[in-house]
T-cell receptor, first 112, second 108 residues
Framework: AAGVIQSPRHLIKEKRETATLKCYPIPRHDTVYWYQQGPGQDPQFLISFYEKMQSDKGSIPDRFSAQQFSDYHSELNMSSLELGDSALYFC???????????FGPGTRLTVL | GIQVEQSPPDLILQEGANSTLRCNFSDSVNNLQWFHQNPWGQLINLFYIPSGTKQNGRLSATTVATERYSLLYISSSQTTDSGVYFCAVGTNAGKSTFGDGTTLTVKP
């Protein structure tokens, strides 16, 4: 069965650079959630989209922005990267057809 | 927002032992999932269980929604069961709130 796809899987950036993380949902899933998991922490909700509109917002820094496109994939844009942004970033998808959230494999971002 | 508490925070077992992990949550939910995070960081979905009982091999889970808790049972533990187990809850197909996790170490 198709799963959630995230790219890239690993990313290394320097401080103050920008990064773009991509998420491709399972077919027919119309909702995307982004989570950030710092070292030794549990995943924290950042932002979500339903039918290409922002549906909820969590502890997402102003330096980050995200959007969902017409094909339902989503991108998380991160600017002015800081050392503390080093984390695992998960995308999860779901929607009206399921209450379960399906998590992608994550993108491991390292900021040097 | 919803508070999620997991216990114990750490658990060390000998291979072959059984264990019970607990997740308490502070409000009514319609989405509860148990995950195993492997050493590579991947979140492996174990159960979607907002209520009732489910079993999958050596693992089973029970959620008592009216009392706002869920239990994950691991029987005949193996070294490959080691890792962090997360409980995540949500409402109305919204965001998930994770507990702090239980770190399980199974020794050979």
């Amino acid at each position: 069965a198709a799963g959630v796809i995230q790219s890239p899987r690993h990313l290394i950036k320097e401080k103050r650079e920008t990064a773009t993380l991509k998420c491709y949902p399972i077919p027919r899933h119309d909702t995307v959630y982004w989570y950030q998991q710092g070292p030794g922490q549990d995943p924290q909700f950042l932002i979500s989209f339903y039918e290409k509109m922002q549906s909820d917002k969590g502890s997402i820094p102003d330096r980050f922005s995200a959007q969902q496109f017409s094909d339902y994939h989503s991108e998380l844009n991160m600017s002015s990267l800081e050392l503390g942004d080093s984390a695992l970033y998960f995308c999860a998808t779901g929607g009206r057809i399921t209450d379960t959230q399906y998590f992608g494999p994550g993108t491991r971002l390292t900021v040097l | 927002g919803i508070q999620v508490e997991q216990s114990p925070p750490d658990l060390i077992l000998q291979e072959g032992a059984n264990s019970t992990l607990r997740c308490n949550f502070s409000d009514s939910v319609n989405n509860l999932q148990w995950f195993h995070q492997n050493p590579w960081g991947q979140l492996i979905n174990l159960f979607y269980i907002p209520s009732g009982t489910k079993q999958n091999g050596r693992l089973s889970a029970t959620t008592v929604a009216t009392e706002r808790y869920s239990l994950l049972y691991i029987s005949s533990s193996q070294t490959t069961d080691s890792g962090v187990y997360f409980c995540a809850v949500g409402t109305n197909a919204g965001k998930s709130t994770f507990g702090d996790g239980t770190t399980l170490t199974v020794k050979p």
